[in-house]
């Protein structure tokens, strides 16, 4: 490392990560030539000399990709590689790219405020008396020509997805139009520097958008991009990359939270398959439960220290608005821990707009501040890259998901560290996933050597490069295989404005398609996606599923109008493909009428012992297992005799006004056996959590005793 990076490394305080990213930086600030009139392919092999992994630019100037794992510092390095390239190389003006609003919002604040504590060059000394210009998405049009050439530095930090939308329907964006204080336009002005570096943060959202495309004409000298994930949004791993520092090698060094995942001992999902709700709720339970305890370590760490108290709080993921919104009124109401929770919890999803949406993602944004009286977010896949806190600590995920989507998607969210390092204080170190429903299934994928907790290199050798002798065979679905056919077609299409509605109506099938095979039991037939009813769902949730990625899917708009015309034909073609499994049904001709006599419930089989309350909590690097005690408390449940009739009454053949009566009676005949000599939490606990074993047994005894002739 030379001085200049030696020096800067300092100043900073830089990882081990970044340092490396920095020196790597280096080495290739001296071997390419750093102007805009380059031959491409002679800078490209330098490249590839240097670092192998880096097999093509990828853009029409030389763009490399540093992907470093979320919380180890990619802002930082940013203000890094700026003071390097302008202390040793003297170049000035610097373009920043964020993907979308919330990001280029965190960029404006930590390159602009010398008073924040991210402010990403604390301590570079030639930037204290002559701070960056920092010229933005929404400032630029008033920059003057004559003052754009006193500053030692200019930092321009736009947001892609503004100037995507900008180029909707073939239009120029707005930085390519004429400005009145230059004589031309803000474009014109930044293609025609000889020094103009572009760094892209979270690269990895917009590297198909048609904003790249005026990217691209700006003639960089150079790219930097970073990113936590060197793979695009169609599955494409990056192939400019000279620097990997996966979740895995974070999570080795100790740079993050270890990820853990917590359940009951001896917890048995199956019992709740039809009862969704109660599973919610003791999820709800056990993970306000963490939440206390980490406060108090986190209370007792800054007492013990003297450093700053952190305030955690808890996320939990709904499955759509409807169920947030029923979470909320639970975890607020005074059944839930007492009411002790009310005015602590908040909403955010794609449905809010205006005012009610910027305040919330302005709490968001606060959550670290000790003012803020949030503990508890209910989010409908909202939370996106940018949502920079850390204090999050405990996450409790009500929403379907395979254990190895759930682990990549939902822990990105928690490992930053609040005091920038481990503290050795375990509660203080760790996130929690509560996962009673996943539990084994989520240990078991992040065992896996593939899972992001094990694989240190994403970026590995390709496919294509494999000795003759070896193949790699694929099975691709009906849907990737219709997909498959239009990506192909898109690459003949040479027409800009073309190819951008191919590529729009290919975004479309996807979510068509994706939508469709999530419809699971709510249709009964194939043909039936050609109704009305089953198009208006598809409909509903396509806009949901679409407008839940506000990054990603910059032409969301046009997406939703190109899937409503599309739907037609990608089900004619989806139907004409699928063989469909006929559903047999016997029902009985004639009438049949039924009924329930009297009769005793036998009990003297009917034994159950309380169930452990203990929560195991399983680190999932080390494996090492914890147990936390849970205290009593919690939701208010109904009476046993309640929880045992609603029970029953899942059974088809039981019809609860006819034989209401007799259900009570039963119920409560197992309620006294079960509750003999036993107090009132023990027989909740037995009734709670053998419920179905127990309505099982009263079902089948009723069953047995059929046979006596005590139904008609």
Known sequence: MNKTAQTIKNRLSLRAPQSE??????????????????????????????????????????????????????TR?????????????????????????????????????????????????????????????????????????????????FNIQRISSEMRGGREPRIKRLSEYLGESYFNYLSELDDLVILMDESHHYRAVAGMKAINELKAVLGLELTATPIDTRGNKFKNVVYEYSLAHGLRDGFLKD???????????????????????????????????????????????????????????????????????????????????????????????GSEKEENVQKLVDLE????????????????????????????????SNAQILTEQTIGRGLRLPYGKKTGVDKVDKLTIIAHDRFQAIVDAANDPNSIIRKENIIEIDPDNLPEDQTIVTSISIYGEILQKQEKSLETISNQKEKEEASINLQAKQVIFDTVSNLGGEITNINDLKTEEVKKIVFERMIERVESEPQQNLFRHEIIEAAKKEYEEVIEEVIEKTISIPRILIQQSNEVATGYNEFELDTSNLNYQPVSEEIIRATLRTNELEVLQSESGGVVRDIPINILVNELINYPDIDYDQASDLLYKLANQAVLKLGKNRPDDELRNIVLYHKREIAKYIYSTERTFLHGASRF
């Not at 169920?323 to 002790?340: C, Y």
């Open 259 to 353: 990820p853990a995942v917590a359940t009951r001992r001896d917890f048995n999902p199956d019992q709740y398959k039809n009862d969704p709700k109660e599973l919610d709720l003791i999820k709800l339970e056990d993970g306000i439960r963490i939440h206390e305890d980490t406060k108090v370590a986190l209370d007792i760490y800054s007492r013990d220290t003297g450093n700053r108290l952190v305030k955690p709080f808890v996320l939990v993921v709904a499955r759509d608005t409807a169920h947030a919104n029923e979470l909320k009124e639970v975890i607020e109401s005074d059944r839930f821990f007492e009411g002790r929770h009310k005015g602590v919890v908040m909403e955010i999803h794609s449905n809010q707009s």
């Open 77 to 157: 390095l940013m203000g890094a590689f700026i003071a390097y390239l302008y202390l040793e190389k003297g170049i000035k003006n610097f373009f920043v790219l964020a993907p979308g609003t919330t990001i280029y919002n965190k960029l404006v604040e930590d390159f602009s405020n010398l008073n924040n504590p991210k402010y990403v060059f604390q301590g570079i000394s030639e930037f204290v008396q002559s701070p960056p210009r920092i010229i933005t998405s929404d400032n630029y049009t008033e920059a003057r020509q004559a003052t754009l050439f006193t500053e030692s530095v200019k930092i321009n930090v």
């Open 21 to 74: 990213s920095l020196e790597i930086l280096s080495k290739l600030a001296n071997e390419l030539e750093l102007n805009n009139e380059v031959d491409l392919i002679a800078e490209f092999k330098k490249v590839r000399a240097l670092y192998p992994t880096c097999s093509d630019f990828e853009r029409d100037f030389p763009s490399i990709t540093f992907a470093l794992a979320t919380g180890v510092g990619k």
């Open 369 to 400: 501040k000790p003012e803020n009286t949030i503990e508890i977010v209910i989010h409908v896949n909202m939370l996106k890259e940018g949502w920079d806190v850390t204090n999050l600590y405990t996450i409790i995920p009500l929403r379907a």
